[in-house]
């Protein structure tokens, strides 16, 4: 990346290829992620994330310095092109989601600055007005100082007296971000009182390169310290408190899970883990898998003890402890072919020998599913109503 982590743009002639011909359009800032760029005849658009929010930039080419971004009005937001397959045009077509703002595909006429919605996702099963509810991004300081973003949304009228059920989602890895978008199926839960938090925590992408850096191999465990900043935040602030805090991931956010009630148990109510990758050693020692040496570049080659007594420190199974537990439930696919579904199994064997409360702990194996979890859509909505419906009789039984 030429020493540009967030990645930048040059220009050359097609003969002149050779570095000393490189001609700098757009320089790389600490602070913005360079993501990608549409040409036009008149115009160069450049998508960016500054501070995790995505930015338009419109450049016209006749006078560069009268370049402009396009208008966004929530805190926290995705934006980005679009299908733009017309070169001599003034309009740039781009997509646009908010937590209280379905999916819409919008024309933006980049000479008279005027935008038109095209499309946008209807929401089925009765009227929405997305001025019923409200999403905010605030920030967190984790252990080292670094400062976490959450992204919430939640129905307009609640009041931070630490009653509110709440929700916190994360992932963390491969440097995968979590954008922070609409859900039509999450509108059954915040219409029942539900706040929803998205932790954007370390090893994702969300504030720049570093931020994945900052959350793999030998300092994975930022990723964990971080959501557990989030979850005490959300306490302190008010939000909720811990007998109505439940957290959730999947796959590698199933990891996180895992790994922050080892540490944590105390700080949720319940949680879920899908396709939980929580038996890390024995997987990644196991070269055979066809996955496993492609992954040492995010959590490290067991086979070097460094990396061993670090995966160690934190692998889900490895870390289990006779101690209470939260309430726990785990999902995992029969046909599973990147996390298999005895590692679940596992994990659950030693959570049930060990855990010294009387919470629930529950495991449920599709035998037709994948790592993707039930194909097809009635079927997928089912499984989302089994993760809401653990987490309502959770609510419902205190």
């Excluded at 008149?42 to 960016?48: A, G, R, S, T």
């Excluded at 007005?129 to 992204?151: F, L, M």
Aim: proline content about 4%.
């Amino acid at each position: 990346m030429d020493g540009a982590d967030n990645f930048k743009l040059t220009k050359t002639h097609k003969n002149q290829t050779p570095k000393e011909y490189w001609q700098e359009l757009i320089s790389h800032k600490k602070e913005t992620l360079l993501k990608g760029f549409e040409l036009f005849e008149n115009y160069l658009v450049i998508e960016e994330t500054t501070e995790g929010l995505d930015q338009i930039q419109v450049i016209p080419l006749d006078n560069p310095k009268g370049y402009y971004y396009l208008p966004f009005d929530s805190e926290t937001y995705a934006a980005e092109g679009f299908n733009n397959v017309n070169f001599k045009t003034d309009t740039f077509r781009y997509s646009y989601s908010s937590m209280t703002c379905p999916k819409s595909v919008l024309d933006f006429n980049m000479r008279s600055k005027e935008k038109k919605v095209l499309q946008q996702q209807e929401v089925l099963g009765g009227k929405f007005y997305k001025t019923n509810y409200q999403s905010e991004r605030i920030w967190v300081s984790a252990i080292d100082g670094s400062k976490i973003p959450i992204s919430l949304v939640y129905k307009k009228g609640i009041k931070k007296d630490g009653s509110n059920p709440t929700l916190l989602y994360g992932y963390g890895s491969y440097g995968h971000t979590i954008s922070p978008v609409f859900s039509s199926v999450r509108l059954s839960l915040l219409d029942r009182g539900f706040i929803f938090a998205i932790g954007h925590i370390r090893g994702g992408e969300y504030m720049g390169r570093q931020w994945y850096e900052d959350g793999k191999l030998l300092v994975k465990k930022n990723t964990f310290t971080d959501f557990i900043a989030c979850g005490r935040h959300l306490v302190s602030e008010g939000y909720t408190c811990s007998k109505h805090l439940y957290a959730m991931g999947g796959s590698a956010g199933g990891l996180l899970i895992g790994s922050v009630i080892n540490i944590a148990p105390k700080l949720f109510n319940g949680v879920i883990a899908s396709v939980p990758f929580v038996d890390v050693l024995t997987t990644m020692l196991d070269d055979k898998i066809p996955l496993t040496t492609g992954e040492y570049d995010e959590w490290g080659d067991p086979n070097k003890e460094n990396f061993y007594q670090y995966m160690k420190s934190y692998s889900p199974y490895d870390n289990v402890e006779e101690k209470e537990y939260p309430n726990i439930l785990v999902t995992a696919g029969y046909h599973d072919s990147q996390v298999q579904y005895w590692e679940s199994a596992k994990w659950v064997a030693k959570l049930r020998a060990l855990k010294t409360d009387n919470n629930k702990l529950l495991l449920l194996t599709n035998m037709d599913a994948g790592h993707g979890g039930a194909s097809g859509r009635f079927q997928q909505l089912k499984e989302v109503a089994m993760e809401y419906a653990f987490l309502l009789g959770l609510e419902s039984s205190k």
